[in-house]
């Protein structure tokens, strides 16, 4: 967005001023001579002074004895907005217009700048220069990268950082992307691209510092609530801001809330400020040191019981022990939510949720709430996808449990987040579920079973073997000497396995030789016409016609 002089816009409201930054920088966008340099196309060691360009412009100059507040308020959109770039020179009486929108004096005629007595001598060209500073990070990107290639598309702000990644094709561009944006965006001090994928056990991934210090303690604020974290030892995406705040609207005061893979708290942080139990894990001990930090920092530690554990062992221990707490709390009246948000691999430990308490004694007085996020990939109905990715796991069909499959943000082409919420049942948590539908890990097992061969196949195989033993059809004889098959005596039954590669080559060839067929005969050729007795003599004519000539 280009962003406008502050003096001209303080009186509108916020969602008013970005809309006419908006309606300013597609403007701009339409007119070449606001463009960088076409020179710096390709440019992959960033060089400020080569954005620099001289334009012609209009500019409306102002007598002196006139009222400049006032004129400029009379002709406001028509001014040249543009980044860091004062349209109106106070102290020459000059104001700046845009050249799209003005080119000649009849292009004001609705202004009616002859009222303040103000005629067309008024308005002039004249020379401006404009400079690497004019433009924002992503016009001076639209200008380098590659027409025919995507540009950059998004990035992520966490705190002082901006977080990239980078395509393939922008790589050599990538030290010019980390330079640009610590100088357009604001309170950006580090760039990083992301390299390597997420790792599966702790969720933080290798990145690279393309440009500013290497600090990577931030503090972000979200859903009212502060966070501090080393954003290089643990997750953070700022996109799932708005699923976060969804869960804690769900949730009420009394509620307890079971936060299998907590990271820093964003889920575990905002419910404990509402009044919520929690008990929040993370394996990750750079997260769990996080959290119980960012737990003391909102005052909410006295809500919040922290572990640093694997989450298998979270389910059956702590989490089948807080169950069971509950269930003999006659004075609980709140409600159980179970938050998964792992979506690489959370659906995996949904297999141990059935028959967890399989061998107590107690009345399940509320169904606890799950929330487990997946990646649901395909070009199918991806809440189906979800679905079914649950069921597998699961082992049983969510239909009857199921509350909510919710689309969370999109990953990928193709690949999408996506939120189930199901209840888990008595007898799903007590092993009591008479479901057709087995485990996936009970499926795969099943599968590598069925690809081998069953006994009465192998039967009917060596039948057919027995049968067909020794016969041979030849299918290109033709009718008049095709004869019926019969056996062929061989001593392919006298090899054994254990003579040598030699032997059973020369047997199988002495085999051929007995089976050969007898080849059709080729049929006669075709006599060629018979000459015409009746064709003349040709010398003789031509000998009478010497005669008649003579």
Known sequence: MIYTTRTTLTHLPQTHRVVVRLRHYFKNMLCPDLHPPAAVRGMQQLDRAA???????????????????????????????????????????????????????????????????????????????????????????????????????????????????LKDHLLPYKQLIGEVMCDKIADCRTVVNKSLSIDNTYRNFQMELLCGEPNYQVSVK????????????????????????????????????????????????????????????????????????????????????????DAVEFIKHELKQAFLTKCADKCFLGEMHITMNLPAMAVEHLVHFPGLLKSEDIVLHKKPLVHVYCFAKGVEDKKQIARELVERWLGMEVEDMLKEIAFVRNVAPNKDMMRVSFYLTEDLLFGRTTSKKRPLDEELRLSDLSKRPSNKMKDQRKQLAKKAKNVFSVSQAKKKDLKKTKEVSSTLKKIKVQDKREKVDQKFQDLHAQIVTKKAPKPAPKPLPAKNKNKPDTKKIEADLNVMQM
């Open 51 to 165: 954005f620099s360009k001289t334009i012609k412009v209009p500019h409306l100059l102002v007598p002196k004895d006139k009222n400049l507040n006032e004129v400029c308020r009379s002709i406001k959109k028509y001014l040249l907005k543009m980044e860091r770039y004062k349209p109106v020179i106070t102290e020459e009486y000059k104001i700046t217009l845009h050249p799209m929108a003005v080119q000649k004096w009849e292009d004001l005629a609705d202004v009616k700048l002859e009222k303040l007595d103000i005629g067309s001598e008024a308005l002039v060209w004249q020379e401006i220069q404009l400079c690497y500073d004019n433009w924002k990070y992503d016009e001076i990107l639209k200008a380098v990268l590659p027409e025919d290639k995507e540009a950059l598309s998004s990035f992520s702000k966490i705190g002082h950082i901006i977080h990239l990644n």
């Open 222 to 309: 979200e859903n009212g609530c502060l966070f501090q974290f080393d954003f290089s030892k643990v997750y953070w995406n700022p996109r799932l801001s708005t699923e976060h705040e969804k869960i804690v609207k769900m949730l009420n005061k009394h509620d307890v809330l079971y936060d299998l893979y907590a990271g820093v708290g964003p889920f575990t942080v905002p419910a404990a400020r509402k009044g919520c139990e929690v008990l929040a894990n993370d394996l990750n001990p750079d997260s769990y040191q996080a959290l119980v930090t960012n737990c003391a920092l909102n005052r909410v530690s006295k809500n919040v019981t922290c572990h640093n554990k």
